[in-house]
């Protein structure tokens, strides 16, 4: 089991590296498109393309970071005035889900990619499946991180 674990922190680093350098790249080429554009007066035209392919693969490592660190916006209101075996059937419930959004969003990620995968970028010429194809990536992600949550809060045996 410490393999393992040691094996998932080793993943949430590679996962937060990679998130910090699209964030950069990203922040680069805006900055190259903007000076060539108003100093220049000549747009790159596949800068916006590559931007937005960036930016989903951010969004979507973002989504699977935020699940495994219990980020996401949940509301407590009920669950605080509920009996603690309660709270925490819920709380294992919520991973369990969380397990469950993971795989679909994998295969049916898989899916979409593989029918875009033909059709090509207008300006880049690449796979259009290429900016898909963080979605299964995320979701394999995902249910990594909603089962190792699960599986820390089984290790500590909150009553």
């Given at each position: 089991?410490?393999?393992?674990?040691?094996?998932?922190?080793?993943?949430?680093?590679?996962?937060?590296?990679?998130?910090?350098?699209?964030?950069?790249?990203?922040?680069?080429i805006?900055?190259?498109?903007?000076?060539?554009?108003?100093?220049?007066?000549?747009?790159?035209?596949?800068?916006?393309?590559?931007?937005?392919m960036?930016?989903?693969?951010?969004?979507?490592?973002?989504?699977?970071?935020g699940?495994?660190?219990?980020?996401?916006?949940?509301?407590?209101?009920?669950?605080?005035?509920?009996?603690?075996?309660?709270?925490?059937?819920?709380?294992?419930?919520?991973?369990?889900?969380?397990?469950v959004?993971?795989?679909?969003?994998?295969?049916?990620?898989?899916?979409?990619?593989?029918?875009?995968?033909?059709?090509?970028?207008?300006?880049?010429?690449?796979?259009?499946?290429?900016?898909?194809?963080?979605i299964?990536?995320?979701?394999?992600?995902?249910?990594?991180?909603?089962?190792?949550?699960?599986?820390?809060?089984?290790?500590?045996?909150?009553?």
């Open positions: 089991m410490r393999q393992i674990r040691t094996g998932v922190r080793w993943l949430e680093r590679v996962v937060r590296w990679i998130g910090g350098y699209l964030m950069v790249i990203m922040v680069a805006v900055t190259w498109q903007v000076f060539a554009r108003y100093v220049l007066h000549h747009t790159p035209a596949w800068s916006e393309e590559i931007v937005l960036l930016m989903m693969w951010f969004g979507f490592l973002s989504i699977a970071a699940f495994r660190h219990g980020l996401h916006l949940k509301i407590n209101i009920l669950m605080d005035h509920m009996p603690r075996p309660v709270q925490r059937a819920a709380d294992v419930l919520t991973d369990i889900l969380v397990v959004f993971g795989v679909m969003l994998a295969v049916e990620g898989a899916k979409f990619v593989g029918l875009t995968w033909a059709a090509k970028l207008p300006v880049t010429q690449l796979p259009q499946g290429m900016q898909y194809l963080i299964p990536l995320a979701g394999v992600l995902v249910a990594i991180y909603g089962l190792m949550n699960l599986l820390d809060r089984e290790g500590r045996n909150e009553p």
